[in-house]
C-alpha cells in the first residue's frame, strides 16, 4: 500500500482538492437531516431542538400535494431524458458526418450557445415574446387579431418546458457524444466503405453500437436525480403563476416556497430528505438493473 500511494502521490495531490469541495459541500451538510424528525427551534439549534419523530412526513403526506409534485417532476426529467437523449445523439451523427469544417464549428457553437444563458434570460426573453405585452401579441394586434397569452394556457405549459429545455441543453450534450464518435476506430468505417456501406449502413451498425456505453452511462447519471428537477428552470420561467403551478409545479420549487412561506424548517427538511431517497433508490434500482444486463455499462 506504502508503495502504491509514494507511486501516485501527485495524483492523489490533485485529487485532494475535489475530495475536501466534496466532504465540505455534500458529506457534512448531511448532519442537517435531523431537522427531517425534529420540531426544529431557532433559540434550541439543530441537535437541541425536540425530536418529533415522522410527524414532519405526516403532514407533508396528509396534504396530499407530494403526490401531485411527485409525478409532475417524474414526467418531466423522463421526458427531459428520453427527447434530450434522441436529440442529442441525432445531432451529434448529423455534425460527425458534415464535411465542411467551417459550417460544421459554426453549428457546433451556435448549438452551444443557448448552454451559457442563465434561466433569468431565457425568462425574460419568453416574456418579452409570449407575455401580454409581447412581440407575438403586437404582432396579432397589428393584423387584427386578438391577443394570446401562453402564460394562461396550463396544458401547453409541459410542451413548452420540454420545447425550452432541448433548446438550452441540447448543444452541451451534443459536445458529449461528438468526443464519443470521435473516439470510435476510423477503420471500421473504411471496413464498411470497402464493404459497400452507405451512409446509413454506417450509423445504424457501427456508430449507433459504439455510442451504447456513453448513452447508457449518460442515462444512468439522469436518472440519480430524476426526482429532482431543474430548479432555475422552473422557478423563473414558472416562478408563482397559479394557473401554471398545477401542471409546472416541481418537488423543488414547493420546497423553496414552503421554506419561504412557513418556518417550520423540520417539514421543509422532511420534503428535501423524501425527494433525495427517492434520487438514491432510483439510481440503486437502475444500477442494480443493469448489472444484469449488461455489467460492463454499470456506474458502480
Request: proline share 3%; charged share 10%.
Amino acid at each position: 500500500m506504502g508503495k502504491l500511494i509514494s507511486r501516485n502521490k501527485v495524483l492523489l495531490i490533485m485529487l485532494v482538492p475535489a475530495l475536501i469541495y466534496v466532504i465540505v459541500f455534500s458529506y457534512i451538510p448531511m448532519a442537517g437531516i435531523v431537522l427531517a424528525f425534529k420540531n426544529y427551534r431557532y433559540a434550541d439549534g439543530i441537535f437541541g431542538s425536540p425530536w418529533v419523530g415522522l410527524d414532519n412526513f405526516k403532514f407533508l403526506f396528509v396534504s396530499n400535494k407530494v403526490w401531485q409534485l411527485t409525478r409532475n417532476t417524474l414526467l418531466y426529467n423522463i421526458a427531459f431524458i428520453i427527447f434530450g437523449m434522441i436529440f442529442e445523439v441525432g445531432f451529434a451523427i448529423i455534425l460527425s458526418e458534415l464535411n465542411n469544417k467551417v459550417f460544421k464549428k459554426f453549428a457546433q457553437g451556435f448549438m452551444f450557445l443557448p448552454y451559457f444563458i442563465s434561466w433569468v434570460v431565457v425568462s425574460t426573453i419568453m416574456l418579452n415574446i409570449f407575455g401580454d405585452n409581447g412581440v407575438l401579441n403586437s404582432i396579432l394586434l397589428s393584423a387584427g387579431g386578438e391577443k394570446y397569452s401562453i402564460y394562461s394556457n396550463t396544458a401547453l405549459w409541459p410542451i413548452i418546458m420540454v420545447c425550452v429545455r432541448l433548446w438550452k441543453q441540447t448543444g452541451y450534450g451534443t459536445v458529449i457524444y461528438l468526443a464519443a464518435i470521435a473516439g470510435i476506430s476510423q477503420d471500421l468505417y473504411e471496413a464498411a466503405s470497402i464493404d459497400g456501406a452507405n451512409v446509413w449502413q454506417k450509423i445504424r451498425y457501427i456508430t449507433l453500437p459504439s455510442l451504447k456505453p456513453t448513452v447508457m452511462i449518460m442515462t444512468l447519471l439522469a436518472l440519480g436525480n430524476i426526482f429532482r428537477g431543474d430548479f432555475g428552470m422552473f422557478y423563473q420561467l414558472v416562478g408563482s403563476n397559479q394557473l401554471l403551478l398545477k401542471s409546472s409545479d416541481i418537488l423543488d420549487t414547493y420546497i423553496y416556497r414552503l421554506l419561504l412561506t412557513t418556518p417550520d424548517v423540520g417539514m421543509t427538511a422532511a420534503a428535501g430528505l423524501y425527494q433525495s431517497l427517492l434520487c438514491f433508490v432510483t439510481i440503486i434500482t437502475a444500477n442494480w438493473i443493469v448489472k444484469k444486463i449488461a455489467p460492463d455499462y454499470t456506474l458502480f
